[in-house]
């Protein structure tokens, strides 16, 4: 949203209500209604509505009918001093404009494909694919001390193997977030750890203790709290999920045939900085 939107909005709220124009609304817009006309220039109502719908959240508070006249406003003001631009447009106006344009199409091209209907039969498959009937998903609860060295948590297997206390051992030495909960980690499934972390869990009988475990965070001693098998959802519960899925997965091949039927060029782009994305200032001319 522009910045001088906002002194032009707190001015229209500041003016309050005495009258308002609007007040006998009509029932059905027209976007192309004019509501002015600048030197020849038509703002419509279509202009309006399209900045009110890009507006942050904090304008929900004005009244419809200031934010209506701000707007207008606004447009007006920037209607006059496009129109009173000389010369050429610089180099960063000009490709923000190229990828706005290629952003909005691309937007209209998106909402056209996944405006499409999609088939009871593909979000049935779906479902059954990613919450098979047969073979439900184990969860684990599990507990565990982080320490930085194999050493520390050497000597902490060894005191848990003279009946040390696992939660009271974890206060004392976890670094981890969990220690003050004596490092209850709650329920998890596979992909919600770590896969060395995961692996060492589900080797576990229930009660167990882990020799150490190596995982980025440092070392941890983990115990098996209990096991359960992770309840298949209602097909209605996950019907917008898969739903939403499936039009992804539309979208995606449909990008993936315009990629096959398109002559794309990737040149040796090894002599350029990533950093240079980070300049703009090569775009100022």
């Known amino acids: 949203m522009p910045a001088t939107l906002r002194p032009i909005l707190a001015a229209a709220f500041a003016a309050a209500m005495v009258t308002s124009p609007f007040a006998q ?8 209604e004019v509501v002015a006309t600048v030197n020849g220039t038509e703002i419509t109502l279509g202009h309006v509505i399209a900045v009110r719908a890009d507006l942050p959240r ?13 707007i207008i406003d606004q447009l007006v003001q920037q209607t006059l001093l496009q129109q009173s631009f000389e010369g050429d447009l610089s180099l960063q106006s000009k490709i923000l404009l190229e990828n706005e344009e290629r952003a909005v199409t ?16 593909e979000l049935q498959a779906a479902y059954e694919e990613q919450y098979p009937e047969e073979a439900g998903e184990m969860e684990y609860r599990a507990s565990h001390i982080l320490v930085e060295t194999e050493e ?35 329920w998890f499934g596979e992909g919600d750890m770590v896969e060395p972390f995961f692996e060492a869990v589900a080797a576990l009988e229930t009660g167990g203790v882990s020799d150490p475990v190596q995982t980025q965070f ?23 999920e898969l739903e939403n899925q ?10 993936e045939k315009l990629s096959e039927n398109a002559k794309i060029d990737r040149p040796d782009i090894s002599n350029i900085n990533p950093e240079a994305i980070n300049d703009p200032s090569v775009l100022e001319n």
């Open 218 to 240: 440092g070392w941890h001693v983990i115990t098996l709290a209990e096991t359960r098998e992770k309840e298949r959802p209602a097909f209605d519960t996950v019907r917008d």
């Open 152 to 186: 520390e948590a050497q000597a902490l297997v060894t005191e848990l193997e003279d009946g040390g206390d696992f939660a009271a051992l974890a206060r004392e030495n976890s670094t981890g977030p969990s220690a003050s909960a004596g490092g209850d980690l709650g």
């Open 25 to 32: 609304a009509q029932e059905t817009a027209d976007p192309n």
């Open 58 to 70: 904090q304008y929900d508070q004005f009244p419809p009918e200031l934010l209506f006249q701000g």
């Open 106 to 121: 691309a937007g209209e091209v998106i909402a056209q494909v996944m405006e499409g209907g999609v088939d009871e039969a």
């Open 246 to 255: 499936v039009r992804e997965q539309m979208l995606a091949a449909h990008v």
